[in-house]
Nanobody, 124 residues
Framework: QVQLVESGGGLVQAGGSLRLSCAAS????????MGWFRQAPGKEREFVAN????????NYADSVKGRFTISRDNAKSTVYLQMNSLKPEDTAVYYC?????????????????WGQGTQVTVSS
């Protein structure tokens, strides 16, 4: 049973930073693509970033390029999302997700496993 547990959300002022963590368990994730998505109230879930566990190749949404960094720690089976220069429009529930295939897809419907989400609120 795959489990993804996010942590690290909170309230921060605009311009501040947060680091989200996603602890993964229940499988060997070397062939997986790990992603971060977010959903703001009244909006659809949107892609933020992903990383191919084996190669470390990354993709980012245009809205976060240059501000957010996704990384993984193989020894800890944990994926991180470092968020800098946060803006009020980054406010959302952030979800970690895992895709069993090394496709680096940005489509949320293709991800097989999801965490429970962690709230990020950026005040102006």
């Amino acid at each position: 049973q795959v489990q993804l547990v996010e942590s690290g959300g909170g309230l921060v002022q605009a311009g501040g930073s947060l680091r989200l963590s996603c602890a993964a368990s229940g499988r060997t994730f070397t062939t997986y693509t790990m992603g971060w998505f977010r959903q703001a109230p009244g909006k659809e879930r949107e892609f933020v970033a992903n990383i191919m566990w084996s190669s470390g190749r990354t993709n980012y949404a245009d809205s976060v390029k240059g501000r957010f960094t996704i990384s993984r720690d193989n020894a800890k089976s944990t994926v991180y999302l470092q968020m800098n220069s946060l803006k009020p429009e980054d406010t959302a529930v952030y979800y970690c997700a895992a895709d069993r295939g090394p496709t680096a897809t940005i489509q949320s419907r293709l991800y097989d496993y999801w965490g429970q989400g962690t709230q990020v609120t950026v005040s102006s």
